[in-house]
Antibody
Framework: QVQLQQSGPGLVKPSQTLSLTCAIS??????????WNWIRQSPSRGLEWLGR?????????DYAVSVKTRITINPDTSKNQFSLQLNSVTPEDTAVYYC???????????WGQGTLVTVSS | DIQVTQSPSSLSASVGDRVTITCRAS??????LNWYQHKPGRAPKLLIY???NLQSGVPSRFSGSGSGTDFTLTISSLQPEDFATYFC?????????FGQGTKLEIK
């Protein structure tokens, strides 16, 4: 069964780095017709797409403009997972973070369980 | 960037009712629009992709239509498990946007 399993801390201090990992089972992070996304949801901003990584003979990334200077999404082929790093966090980064697989037609057809990350001292 | 406006933001309905939710994109996106269902504490679930294609395993009471800038999600006969929040997502090009969501509540 294909699954995405998220892991990472639920509490991050302001100005520090938020780090989450999404482990993939039943699929491959290197598959040529998939992309691997991070999305977050907060009451104030609703659902917000953060970025994605994907392999098309080489690795590519796309990032949202709102976080482009602070975000890194990296694949880890040895562990078949991908990660999110968001630097210099503020309380406005408090949200439920989801990883998601993007298949054909840009559909987000598989989601992780979600991780509530609170930015607070 | 493509913006999307979803309406209504909330909707009260009864079991057995037919409901329709709309999504309007800021520019033409052909049929590149997906619909999701989201329940509290759970991961979003893909219902419809490419405007009108039912995702595998999704009940046939869910349907989607539209192209260009205007799209609809219809639930033909509401079931108790359908009370949730629904949102649309244009998938034409990144950065992806999401609709603001429609919270479907029991009347």
């Amino acid at each position: 069964q294909v699954q995405l399993q998220q892991s990472g801390p639920g509490l991050v201090k302001p100005s520090q780095t938020l780090s989450l990992t999404c482990a993939i089972s039943g699929d491959s992070v290197s598959r040529n017709n998939a992309a691997w996304n991070w999305i977050r949801q907060s009451p104030s901003r609703g659902l917000e797409w953060l970025g994605r990584t994907y392999y098309r003979s080489k690795w590519f990334n796309d990032y949202a403009v709102s976080v482009k200077t602070r975000i890194t999404i990296n694949p880890d082929t040895s562990k078949n997972q991908f990660s999110l790093q968001l630097n210099s966090v503020t309380p406005e980064d408090t949200a439920v973070y989801y990883c998601s697989r993007e298949g054909v037609a840009g559909k987000l057809d598989l989601w992780g369980q979600g991780t509530l990350v609170t930015v607070s001292s | 960037d493509i913006q999307v406006t979803q309406s209504p933001s909330s909707l009260s309905a009864s079991v057995g009712d037919r409901v329709t939710i709309t999504c309007r994109a800021s520019q033409s996106i052909a049929s590149h629009l997906n619909w999701y269902q989201h329940k509290p504490g759970r991961a979003p679930k893909l219902l419809i992709y490419a405007a009108s294609n039912l995702q595998s395993g999704v009940p046939s009471r869910f349907s989607g239509s539209g192209s260009g800038t205007d799209f609809t999600l219809t639930i033909s006969s509401l079931q108790p498990e359908d009370f949730a929040t629904y949102f649309c997502q244009p998938s034409y090009i990144t950065p992806y946007a999401f609709g603001q969501g429609t919270k479907l509540e029991i009347k």
